[in-house]
């Protein structure tokens, strides 16, 4: 089961001033992944190159085992197999939902096909409206079940959250996680929010300027950033100058354990995470004596600004 | 302006019955079956040949579409009239290409005739697809690129991309060219008449011009009214319904990929187009131009084609055109604003009326109008200039409301709350700023009486001739070498034209008819 269902091997793609890759990137059967970056950064010219809506430049992109674009072979979107939803839906403006969702499917085994897909998302009763008349939240789920209805291999969804409402969000996250679990879909969706992407997927891409910084599980790239960049993108990270010295690393804040060997007198940045910070008051103070000013609460914990006055 | 209107109507129902049985049969009938059958036939066509050549020039890799994008629209700088008049010049009996034929095969070929349904419908397809293609071309500029995607992504195949997604989402602008191309087909008087093909307008105007029979022109203008209306009152609901689609992704389409035939097929058919409406009317009157000069007609001084009537005819076209430009933007004016500012579109509708209306019809209407009640102005270059701005007034109307709306309402709060007077308010500030607006709205009119045949023949007084009145009568007698010039006067003062299309791309200009 744990083989590689989606491949991207040496991808590498330009579109104008814009270069993608070259990278390479396996999905596994099943499996949810998100691809994780600011804005720019090429997520969707990812998506959009499994799809077939671009061509890449150099290397090979595989789907169960055939390849479906590399110098040689070309497999048009349409014979892909793959599902896209659009960052905006790009539902059928003229098309009822139900005809939205039919539209991929054969005539004859429609009908039965729609209402289940219907209920799967939540919206019997739905079929007859037109895109307009649905609110953010149900045309997502119309565009979610267009693309499920002819069982795609690979979903792939762009920004699936962006066009929601901020207090609406959770609640469509939590029911497409559950969704697409009990689908066993292997699944590839795009971000630029964190949260979204740690709570959905059973790994994270993080990109950066067209290229693949790390590819890891949420875990990992919390604990482990394998860039600066992911360390500073993910989470909160303080980060220290510090020189090696010995068995550990020197820095304004005193001496860290060195965690593997490094040469003497190297300069090196040192990542501290928030939580794992512990403040406490001296009697003697090097620090400013005055209380610290709160930052406005954040999470759990509490953000400090403290003023140093040695 | 919807007096006009008004009268006939009102005469031609006041008629009496006999009159309307006698004629229902005999005249209204087969009339009704032929205007009907070619505005059918000729927006079937436009609106074929106009998606057509809109989807090459905007979503396929056509070779030089970049400049066959503007040059398809330019056949509206040539009058609709002057291209039927130039196309039977070149395949009517004895014409250009029967000459051409026996100097070069030394015998004589008859060409199939150019008169009748099928030449009326050929060169009123090449007069009025621009109308469907510019619709078209915009529409297709605003489609949303990832409808097509999904539709891919879901498995569709090209053919069925068209016809399920592309065509569905372009069918109000399709909805909207095609009626404009009905009522403009209506409305048409030049190219049925050159043509010999008998509808409302031709039979409405021997009426009025040979035996000045005003009963039977009004009860026929009545029926041609309630046709107009008919497709008028479609167009309303259909703009009622438009759906507007935004587009929201900014990512172009990429372009269809041409194979070498369909790129030699799709090169032939622009080319086509092309020369059946731009190269081979400007050819021909340019043909015909030489030759009154190489070999003057002594019948020539009777038709008056020297410079110096040339001149006069042209002065004369421009100070109506001029004339009833200015009187149209004038009256607009104040309705325009009262429309915008206030938001009363009453009005503004009732004025509309005009638009639709065939020249023929205006002419009735104020040829009514005027004999009754003041018969002063009868047959004089105002009623003339009238009829001009009764035709033309929605464009008037239409431009200085764009400009308005552009106008911010704060604009003028502010210059009141300085203690400016409405009048100066106007002068300094709305006006410069809807000036733009209002200078396409004048050439716009200016432009569209300038080529206007059908009322100017009918009012005109006597003595008083036209750009368009001269050409009609000398290319009617067959003196195509004496119409040539007042046509490329008239062309050459139409070339703004080139210039409102490039900006607008709007087919607001009428094709002269």
């Excluded at chain 2, 498995?155 to 068209?162: E, S």
């Excluded at chain 2, 009012?459 to 003196?479: C, K, M, N, Q, S």
Aim: glycine content about 8%; hydrophobic content about 50%; proline content about 6%.
């Amino acid at each position: 089961m744990a083989t590689d269902f989606v491949e991207l091997r040496g991808v590498r793609v330009r579109l104008g001033q814009f270069e993608l890759g070259p990278f390479s990137l396996s999905v596994k059967k099943g499996e949810l992944v998100a691809v994780l970056g600011p804005s720019g950064s090429g997520k969707t010219t990812l998506l959009r190159l499994i799809a077939g809506f671009e061509r890449p430049n150099e290397g090979s992109i595989v789907i169960d085992g055939h390849v479906v674009a590399d110098m040689t072979h070309w497999v048009e979107p349409e014979d892909r197999g793959v599902g896209m939803v659009f960052q905006d839906y790009a539902l059928f403006p003229h098309l009822t939902v139900a005809q939205n969702i039919a539209f991929g499917l054969n005539k004859g085994d429609s009908c039965a096909r729609v209402s289940e897909l219907l209920k799967l998302v939540g919206l019997d009763g739905f079929a007859g409206r037109y895109p307009h008349e649905l609110s953010g939240g149900e045309q997502q789920r119309v565009a979610l079940a267009r693309s499920l209805a002819t069982n795609p291999k690979v979903l792939l969804l762009d920004e699936p959250f962006s066009n929601l409402d901020a207090d609406l969000r959770p609640k469509m996250r939590a029911e497409l996680k559950l969704l697409l679990q009990r689908l066993n879909c292997t699944t590839i969706f795009v971000t630029h929010d964190q949260e979204e992407a740690f709570e959905l997927a059973d790994r994270v891409a993080v990109l950066k300027a067209g290229r693949l910084e790390q590819i890891d599980t949420p875990e990992n790239l919390y604990r482990a950033p394998a860039t600066r960049f992911v360390a500073e993108f993910i989470g909160h990270a303080n980060l220290l100058k510090g020189r090696v010295r010995g068995s550990c690393i020197e820095t304004a804040l005193g001496c860290f354990i060195l965690t593997r060997p490094l040469p003497e007198g190297t300069l090196v940045d040192v990542m501290v995470r928030p939580e794992e910070v512990e403040l406490e008051a001296l009697a003697t103070p090097p620090f400013s004596p005055s209380p610290p000013a709160p930052l406005p609460p954040k999470g759990e914990g509490q953000g400090v600004r403290v003023k140093r006055v040695a | 302006m919807a007096l006009p209107l008004i009268v006939t109507l009102w005469r031609g129902l006041s008629t009496e019955f006999s009159l309307w049985a006698t004629l229902w049969q005999a005249r209204v009938l087969p009339l009704l079956g032929n205007s009907l059958a070619l505005a059918g036939a000729v927006t079937l066509g436009s609106l074929v040949l106009g998606v057509l050549l809109a989807w090459l020039v905007e979503r396929t890799d056509l070779p030089g579409r970049k400049i066959f994008g503007p040059l398809l629209v330019a056949t509206l700088v040539i009058p609709c009239y002057l291209i039927a008049i130039w196309h039977v010049s070149f395949w009517g009996p004895g014409g250009l290409l029967e000459r051409a034929l026996a100097a070069l095969l030394g015998a004589s070929i008859k060409v199939p005739t150019i008169y009748g349904f099928v030449g009326a419908w050929l060169i009123l397809v090449i007069a009025t697809y621009p109308y469907v293609y510019t619709l078209a071309r915009a529409a297709l500029r605003s489609l949303d690129p990832q409808l097509e995607e999904a539709a891919r992504s879901l498995g569709a195949h090209k053919l069925k991309i068209f016809f399920k997604v592309t065509l569905p989402l372009l069918a109000p602008a399709l909805a909207a060219g095609g009626l404009l191309t009905a009522v403009y087909v209506l409305s048409d008087y030049g190219v049925v008449a050159t043509l010999r093909y008998e509808t409302f307008t031709t039979a409405i105007y021997k009426q009025l011009a040979g035996r000045y029979d005003q009963a039977p022109a009004a009860l026929l203008s009545t029926v041609l009214i309630a046709l107009t209306v008919i497709l008028l009152v479609i167009q309303q609901r259909l703009w009622g319904r438009g759906r507007h689609y935004y587009k929201a992704s900014q990512r172009a389409l990429p372009l269809v990929r041409l194979s070498v035939w369909g790129r030699g097929a799709a090169m032939g058919l622009v080319g086509l187009v092309l020369f059946f409406g731009l190269i081979l009317p400007s050819g021909v009157s340019l043909y015909w131009w030489l030759e009154s000069i190489a070999r003057p007609n002594p019948a020539a001084a009777l038709w008056g084609s020297s410079l110096a009537d040339l001149l006069r005819y042209a002065g004369n076209s421009l100070f109506s055109a001029a004339t009833a430009a200015t009187l149209a933007l004038v009256l607009a004016w104040p309705i325009a604003y009262r429309a915008v500012r206030y938001e009363q579109h009453g009005l503004t509708r009732l004025a509309q009326a005009g638009q639709a209306l065939p020249g023929v019809l205006i002419a009735l209407a104020l040829a009514l109008l005027l004999h009754r009640f003041v018969p002063s102005l009868y047959f004089t270059i105002w009623a003339l200039i009238f009829a001009y701005v009764i035709r033309f007034f929605s464009h008037a109307l239409q431009a200085v409301e764009s400009g308005l709306a552009r106008v911010p309402v704060r604009l003028e709060e502010a210059a009141r709350s300085l203690g400016r007077s409405t009048v100066s308010i106007w002068r300094r500030v709305t006006f410069p700023l809807v000036a733009p607006s209002v200078a396409a709205g004048w050439t716009l009119v200016f432009l569209n009486a300038l080529r206007e045949l059908p009322a100017t023949l009918l009012l005109r007084p006597p003595g008083f001739d036209t750009l368009p009145v001269r050409l009609w009568i000398a290319a009617g007698e067959g003196f195509y070498a004496q119409a040539a010039a007042p046509a490329l006067v008239l062309i050459i003062l139409s070339l703004p034209m080139l210039y409102l299309l490039r900006v607008g791309d709007r087919p607001e200009v009428r094709h002269g008819d």
